[in-house]
């Protein structure tokens, strides 16, 4: 019987994880809908709306007590505070890079993003670093050095999405905090910058909520539940499955915004983006093949109870 429900709650898992990383994927869709509005206002539109949201879920589900202890501890605040500019730089690159047609840019940075974790863990947390994941590590660095000097340009978006975001899980490790209640302080920290933003636009006329059509004001209102919704599942899906399934997953985002970009919105794809991505996906087997061998082996080196 313990087996079964195991069983269950590891297929319960799979599903919640699927559903938010697939939804992560559908992000470049969606954002392609509010294209013609600019992507500074699209951030706040998606800051308040999230701050809004997840303010409702803190009331109803009583996490307010939480929410109120973690800003006493002492040196949260700074913390949650550097997260919250590095979570805000993410979101505008990205939508900036969706809005100019740059998806498979975007999705270079997501599939480089766990390896940037991997470097940052060892300059900033002393983890040190197996002969598989220093391989995977200049394997993904070879793929853009590559991409940079043979294409011409340089791929700043997607090392910016992947710098910023690896910083982010950086701080937040280091914060120690919850995602949901995390979140919610961001972007209860960020809302007064994006109520301002969005008032000189709307003083201005230019505030596409107010201005626009009615479907582009639903679509920036729902960009906060957008937001929120993935990070609920994915909590869910941590909780009932091992961090190495969790690590496998995280690929289907990327690999979604791949597909849009080539297949749905014809962005280019060169010779030298195929070997880029080639290197890259090169470093990111080994990299979870490498994780897969040390996980094995610590499950087999504990003490059997």
């Known amino acids: 019987m313990k087996n079964l429900s195991s069983n269950r709650e590891t297929l319960i898992g799979v599903g919640y994880g699927v559903a938010a990383y697939l939804l992560w994927g559908f992000f470049p869709a969606f954002f392609k809908l509010v294209r013609q509005v600019s992507p500074l206002e699209v951030v706040a539109h998606r800051i308040l709306w999230s701050s809004l949201f997840l303010l409702l879920l803190m009331t109803a589900t009583g996490s307010g007590g939480a929410v109120i202890?973690?800003?006493?501890?002492?040196?949260?605040?700074?913390?949650?505070?550097?997260?919250t500019l590095l979570i805000s730089a993410n979101w505008g690159i990205?939508?900036?890079?969706?809005?100019?047609?740059?998806?498979?840019e975007s999705s270079l940075g997501y599939f480089i993003n766990p390896l940037f974790s991997v470097l940052l863990g060892r300059l900033f947390l002393g983890e040190r670093l197996s002969r598989g994941q220093t391989v995977s590590l200049l394997l993904a660095a070879s793929g853009v050095l590559f991409l940079a000097l043979g294409h011409g340009a340089f791929p700043w978006i997607a090392l910016a999405l992947a710098v910023s975001f690896a910083l982010y899980g950086l701080v937040r490790k280091k914060a120690r905090v919850d995602s949901l209640n995390g979140l919610l302080i961001e972007t209860a920290l960020m809302t007064p910058a994006a109520l301002g933003w969005l008032t000189y636009l709307a003083l201005s006329g230019n505030n596409a909520f107010l201005a626009g059509p009615l479907q582009t004001g639903l679509l920036l209102a729902a960009s906060g539940v957008l937001t929120a919704v993935p990070l609920i599942w994915f909590n869910a899906a941590a909780l009932?499955?091992?961090?190495?399934?969790?690590?496998?997953?995280?690929?289907?985002?990327?690999?979604?915004?791949?597909?849009?970009?080539?297949?749905?919105?014809?962005?280019?794809?060169?010779?030298?983006?195929?070997?880029?991505?080639?290197?890259?996906?090169?470093?990111?087997?080994?990299?979870s093949l490498e994780g897969w061998r040390l996980n094995s082996a610590a499950a087999h080196s504990r003490p059997r109870s």
Do not use: N
């Not at 995280?250 to 919105?265: I, K, N």
């Not at 195929?274 to 890259?280: E, K």
């Open 69 to 83: 202890r973690l800003l006493r501890e002492k040196g949260k605040l700074p913390l949650l505070a550097l997260s």
């Open 94 to 104: 990205f939508i900036y890079a969706v809005e100019s047609d740059r998806v498979l």
């Open 240 to 287: 009932r499955l091992r961090l190495m399934t969790v690590g496998f997953l995280q690929y289907l985002t990327p690999t979604f915004h791949f597909v849009l970009a080539v297949w749905a919105y014809g962005e280019p794809f060169t010779s030298h983006h195929l070997v880029c991505f080639a290197l890259i996906w090169a470093g990111l087997l080994i990299y």
